[in-house]
């Protein structure tokens, strides 16, 4: 145990989490079993602007679009528009976004080890250690960690079509039928190009979904450039720290069940984790995070609700706000983060 710090995984969460280390003065060390770090790709990419700067970084060369709201349709055609005047979140080249945070980690201080893969105690290398390897994470399994046990699968094809048309929009198809748990997104790059893709709760079968997708988009892919798929964990641990051990970012369940996005609570678990350490008060971590969870935990509720409606009823409800003016309201009051900012 050479280091003072080692931060498994090289992602959002461990750059963040080994640049404010090393800042500190702690020897650190991230390690990455992958031999390049962000390859391979399994987020879309979108992330809030606010995420974003959370970091302090500047991500600017990372931008591939902006977006400027949502089109939320309903099973049977219904559509909800919500569309504000300033960029509410970007869509990011992720691969390039995980090597920029990195990056500034070793800037700083911290060393980078590339197709190191850790399986046991024995591969630590760190006196502390911080599990910021994703919603599989290996170092909660090794620490035993009360496991997460909600899980979604998420599965994305980037799609060349002419029937993509860029608006700065973000489209989300809801159907209980045809993704059971989640929804399905077109995230357009530009013109012509877009990130099509769909989640399903743990247990449903991801046969059929993505021509489900095209349909219901109306998109006819000309050709699939790239396939991407991975796993958003939905609920935190009750515990994510003990003894010498803290778990943040996807390992420790900070995304939410609402969207999978988790790299706004991601980089504040990583920049609370490297304050606890640097004051020997590993303990408080989970008390540190307290307001952060519950915020998630209504994401929760909400991602519980929405599970529970047939396909009828959430068209019912697209059909029943637009009268109220609930694109209007969520325009005003609205935040991709916290949703307390909509419903108390």
Not at 15 to 34: F, P, Q, R, W
Not at 115 to 127: P, Q, S, T
Not at 148 to 172: C, H, P, T, W
Not at 230 to 242: D, E, I, Q, S
Request: charged share 25%; glycine share 12%.
């Amino acid at each position: 145990m050479n280091y003072d710090v080692h931060i498994v995984g090289a992602g959002v969460s461990g750059g963040v989490a080994g640049y404010h280390l090393a800042k500190k003065g702690l020897d650190t060390v991230i390690t990455e079993e992958d031999a390049e770090i962000g390859i391979p790709q399994h987020c879309t990419g979108i992330i809030s602007v606010k995420g974003l700067e959370e970091s302090g970084f500047s991500y600017k060369k990372c931008i591939i679009n902006k977006l400027y709201g949502v089109h939320i349709h309903g099973p049977y055609g219904e559509t909800l528009t919500i569309r504000k005047k300033s960029v509410q979140a970007y869509i990011v080249d992720r691969a390039e976004l995980d090597r920029l945070y990195v990056g500034m980690a070793e800037k700083a201080g911290a060393h980078i080890i590339t197709g190191r893969k850790v399986k046991a105690r024995e591969d630590y290398l760190g006196k502390i250690i911080i599990g910021a390897d994703g919603a599989n994470s290996t170092v909660a399994q090794i620490e035993r960690f009360e496991p997460i046990k909600k899980y979604a699968f998420g599965y994305q094809e980037l799609v060349r079509s002419k029937d993509i048309i860029n608006e700065g929009m973000v489209s989300v198809y809801l159907s209980q039928k045809a993704f059971p748990g989640f929804f399905g997104w077109v995230a357009p790059l530009d013109d012509g190009i877009a990130l099509c893709g769909f989640g399903v709760s743990g247990g449903h079968l991801v046969t059929g979904r993505m021509r489900a997708l095209f349909s219901m988009a109306r998109i006819r892919p000309q050709k699939i450039l790239k396939r991407l798929g991975g796993v958003m964990p939905f609920g935190t641990r009750k515990c994510n720290a003990k003894n010498n051990v803290i778990l943040i970012g996807g390992a420790g369940g900070f995304s939410k069940a609402t969207s999978g996005g988790g790299v706004y609570f991601s980089t504040i678990s990583a920049k609370v984790a490297a304050e606890c350490i640097a004051k020997n008060k590993i303990d408080e971590f989970d008390r540190s995070m307290e307001k952060h969870i519950k915020e998630l935990k209504k994401h929760e509720y909400i991602r519980y609700l929405y599970n529970l409606s047939a396909d009828i009823m959430i068209e019912m409800l697209i059909r029943a706000g637009k009268p109220l003016g609930i694109a209007k309201y969520i325009e005003e009051k609205g935040d991709m983060d916290y949703i307390s900012s909509i419903i108390p």
